[in-house]
């Protein structure tokens, strides 16, 4: 039989398992791009547009540029090593929606998993506009039938 506490001590083993992965990723230093900005001031503003242009996908209402979440730190990383190497910010925005799906971008692109986005609000007010000319022809049929 198990004693009570061989089990709590298996749990309190566990927990410290689980909790190691959790403090090691975020004792590791930044990326050297993270926070210093290039010294080309041309190359350092397309990159601070681009990066205004990429949701954090940490935190999810704010782009890359102005989180402060690790992962957003390693996106502007990669961001501005890849401009200093020669690449479009067009090139680096397709290369980070490959890697990391459309929701990373604020301007999505129409594709197979994107068009309901756009095609929904327009089926919408269609539908809307509909019913509001059913109704609004009911209610003169029925005025011109009354007089």
Sequence with gaps: MISQRKIGWFFVMLMAVLT????????????????????DPRLESEATALMHSLRCLKCQSQSIADSDAPMAGDMRHQVRSRIL???SPSEIRSWLIARYGDYVSYEPEVSAT???????????????AGVLLR???????DAGDAA
């Design 114 to 128: 994107t068009w309901p986005l756009f095609a929904g609000p327009i089926v919408l007010l269609l539908i809307v």
């Design 20 to 39: 190691v992965p959790l403090s090691a990723q975020d004792s590791l230093p930044p990326a050297p791009y993270a926070y210093n900005q290039l010294d």
């Design 85 to 87: 190497a020669g690449e």
């Design 135 to 141: 109704r609004l022809g009911k209610r003169r049929c």
